[in-house]
């Protein structure tokens, strides 16, 4: 029989007329086993009071000083709002138990005083614990830690966050060996893969896995303002009016937005709507610190109405008043959908309410995948890699400046790490080297050498100024420029996105402040340009995009090839799909469909390939360069998260050509070398990986000086040392993130095998929400422009939906 609770937490339960959920007592039987644990429970289960239950038995029933409990949060706004949630039970029950936060926001003296006496529970970020692990004090901090609790473990755990949070957890193993480990998520596809990145040593046995009871099925609708549903457009801003409509008959409503732009249009676009002026606020990660910790003190105060919000809300934040979730434009992934409808009420018997607003009909078809993903409870698969070297290089850097550090003990250490549990002794003394001199091609500049071998084997940080200079700029999150786009006589017209400016090379052709203009050259912070007569080839986009994920593009493959499915559609979206099947074709799951028509003077090409916008935003650079060299005289392409249409002068009538898988190994490497995306990519892995440093003792660099410094070093590591570190962590990079070189790859594989090539006369109703894209400016949605396009769509349609 399991030992009784303290009387303080059974009275506190009694007098709030509570029970312990069944998932929390298993939670407290795991600590009392001494084992790791991962604990899977809906949103409004309790999880923040299981993961922290047994410390506060451990607590009371063995009260001690020193550091206890480490909470980890990919968030800082949720560190700060669990403290909250955390002291208010702490005081009501009368214990003696300190809780403080420690983050970037956090000032210095406390920082100070943190070490010097840290509370029984400290709440973090995997950023400032990395930071706390480089200090010699660190070994005394932590000596006594007896739990580390990681909370959304999903937000970050494959990422490269997610690597140092994995080595800082292998250090404090080191420190504190009888430390347990514990995880907490909501949303969890592959729970094993996670029990196995929590692990030490990636012993998946040692974590016991915790599920919590479902709770109501969520409530949730598709948002048809006019009865029908619009042809194009990717953001629900025609659903203003509803929106407010909807805020005006709940307590608290969050609209949620895939981007920061949106978000601010959106925003703009629900202040116009509200006549009854409710009182709505905007969230997001470019916010401020002080306009961020306005809204949510009103939003924890229960005095906003609406607030619209990014990814930043995604995770955790416990606003109780909160009974409506409206997610603007398609949620691209059923996980991320659930995350967000768990913002609703956080009370696990009642249903929350959730509506999604698709901005055009692939929108709706994959609104309609998403609900029926949620209803079956199936969910988004997490991809872990291996761990990123330029975040070890850090990590090694932050031991290094705790104390000296011996070789092949840091390299067990590491291993003990589960994304750094494959690493070869070669890379790991590759990486070591990377950080006592630079490398091989930067070994002749002090300013490189930041660790020195003695004789006795230790590997010492050779000056105290390194030792400031990591404190000062460790982290993982490196912050993206914007380049001004200007002639070369110095008039300016505005900025783009570096993720965007990245991409393009000399004589690349885009549209942009209402104008045709060539690329002369990329610089540091600019792009020169002059005007063209030549069409612009390459669309302009705002805001980062979040692809599609792999199973929901399925579901919509699988609703085009049933009929049968049709029924449930508006009237609209069904007599689409019908004409689309009597005029061409509509492709079968794993088949790629590729119609061919003219239309106004121009030969097009659209691919339904269905692998998210970042794959054929790639695609399209790639496509376009080998039309050229095939003559076909390429004008352009637009992308969105289904299809892919590029046009030019030229009929193609060979598409299988286009497509060859070596078009990844020839026009791939030409295109991200000759771009500035592997020098985009090279700047974040050098801040990370410490060479360049993003700030001195009292001032920090700009975005230019950083992207100078970086630009110089990799011009002399690509001619003197092209299989450097961090050149070869650069490319790991760029394939990954910049381009979903995998998604890309898994398409071009399959197209010989799977092509349907459908040759029409014009326009086919499944190519009309790509196609008029074209000549838009950008996919993020514009103002004036848009009403431009719903008409220039409804034209489109008519002549796509004949059927003649």
Not at 131 to 151: E, H, N, R
Not at 211 to 216: E, L, S, Y
Not at 274 to 292: C, D, F, K, V, W
Not at 339 to 346: K, P
Request: net charge negative.
């Amino acid at each position: 029989m399991s030992a009784p609770l303290p009387a303080a937490i059974t009275d506190w339960f009694a007098a709030k007329g509570w029970a312990l959920r069944r998932h929390q007592l298993e939670m407290l039987a795991a600590a009392r086993a001494g084992e790791h644990a991962l604990l899977v429970a809906p949103t409004g289960a309790g999880k923040t009071l299981a993961g922290f239950l047994p410390s506060l038995v451990e607590l009371i029933e063995a009260p001690s000083e020193g550091l206890h409990t480490l909470y980890v949060s990919p968030l800082k706004a949720l560190a700060v709002d669990v403290r909250r949630n955390l002291e208010t039970p702490i005081e009501e029950m009368g214990l003696d138990i300190r809780v403080e936060t420690r983050s970037g926001d956090t000032p210095h003296d406390r920082k100070v005083r943190l070490r010097v006496r840290p509370p029984q529970i400290l709440l973090t970020t995997p950023e400032s614990l990395s930071l706390l692990l480089s200090y010699p004090d660190s070994f005394l901090m932590f000596a006594g830690l007896k739990t580390i609790i990681v909370d959304e473990v999903h937000g970050f755990a494959s990422g490269k966050r997610g690597d140092l949070l994995a080595l800082a957890m292998a250090r404090l193993q080191a420190i504190a060996p009888a430390a347990r480990r514990v995880a907490l998520s909501a949303t969890v596809a592959d729970p094993d893969a996670f029990r196995a990145w929590l692990a030490p040593d990636g012993d998946i046995d040692a974590v016991r896995l915790v599920q919590g009871d479902p709770g109501a099925d969520p409530d949730i609708a598709i948002l048809l303002p006019q009865g029908r549903v619009p042809w194009s457009g990717h953001s629900g801003r025609y659903a203003a009016d509803q929106v407010i409509a909807e805020i005006e008959t709940h307590k608290t409503t969050l609209v949620f937005c895939n981007t920061r732009g949106l978000a601010e249009l959106i925003f703009q676009d629900l202040w116009k709507a509200n006549t009854m002026q409710l009182p709505i606020g905007i969230h997001h990660g470019s916010l401020g610190l002080e306009a961020r910790r306005k809204v949510e003190s009103a939003m924890a105060a229960g005095r906003l109405r609406g607030l619209v919000c990014t990814a930043s809300l995604d995770m955790g934040i416990d606003w109780g008043d909160v009974d409506c979730v409206i997610q603007m434009g398609a949620p691209k992934g059923s996980s991320r959908l659930l995350q967000r409808i768990g913002r609703a009420n956080h009370r696990l018997d009642e249903p929350s309410e959730a509506i999604v607003v698709p901005g055009n009909r692939f929108e709706y078809l994959e609104a309609r995948a998403a609900l029926d993903a949620v209803e079956a409870g199936e969910l988004d698969g997490e991809v872990f890699r291996t761990g990123a070297l330029d975040v070890l290089a850090q990590h090694i850097m932050a031991c290094a400046c705790a104390a000296p550090l011996r070789g092949e003990e840091m390299l067990a250490e590491v291993r003990s790490a589960t994304p750094y549990s494959a690493l070869p002794d070669e890379i790991f003394a590759r990486v070591l080297q990377f950080i006592a001199d630079g490398g091989y091609a930067l070994k002749a500049y002090d300013k490189f050498k930041r660790l020195a071998l003695g004789a006795d084997g230790l590997w010492r940080v050779s000056h105290p100024k390194f030792i400031a200079q990591h404190r000062l700029n460790a982290g993982i999150i490196v912050e993206a420029t914007m380049l001004n786009v200007r002639f070369k006589n110095g008039r300016s017209l505005g900025k783009v996105e570096e993720s965007f400016g990245a991409t393009l090379s000399p004589r690349d052709t885009f549209f942009f402040s209402g104008t045709s203009l060539e690329v002369e050259r990329v610089d540091t912070e600019e792009i020169i340009v002059r005007a063209t007569a030549r069409p612009a080839r390459i669309p302009s986009y705002n805001g980062a995009r979040m692809p599609l994920t792999t199973h929901l593009a399925r579901r919509v493959r699988e609703f085009l090839a049933e009929p049968g499915q049709w029924h449930r559609f508006p009237d609209d979206v069904r007599e689409w799909l019908e004409v689309q099947a009597r005029r061409s074709q509509l492709p079968r799951p794993g088949q790629l469909l590729v119609e061919t028509f003219p239309h106004e003077g121009r030969h097009h090409l659209v691919a339904y390939s269905f692998e998210g916008w970042n794959a054929h935003q790639s695609l399209g650079m790639l496509l376009t360069r080998r039309m050229e060299t095939q003559g076909l005289k390429p004008i352009g392409f637009v992308a969105n998260d289904y299809a892919l249409a590029c046009y030019g002068l030229e009929e193609i009538t060979d598409p299988a050509a286009l497509f060859s898988a070596d078009i990844l190994e020839d026009e791939f490497v030409d295109w991200v070398q000759g771009s500035h995306l592997l020098r985009r990519a090279f700047r974040e892995v050098a801040v990370i990986g410490g060479l360049v440093e993003r700030q001195h003792p009292g001032k920090r660099k700009t975005g230019r000086q950083v992207t100078f410094s970086t630009d110089l070093i990799y011009d002399v590591l690509r001619k003197y040392e092209p299989d450097h570190l961090l050149l070869r962590a650069a490319w790991e990079d760029a394939r990954a993130k910049m381009t979903d070189v995998g998604r890309l790859a898994d398409l071009l594989d399959r197209a010989a095998e799977t092509m349907l090539h459908v040759a029409l006369d014009r326009v086919s109703p499944l190519a009309v929400p790509v196609l008029v894209m074209i000549g838009r400016e950008s996919v993020g949605p514009g103002t004036s422009a848009d009403d431009a396009i719903l008409i220039e769509a409804e034209a489109l349609a008519r002549e796509a939906m004949r059927l003649d």
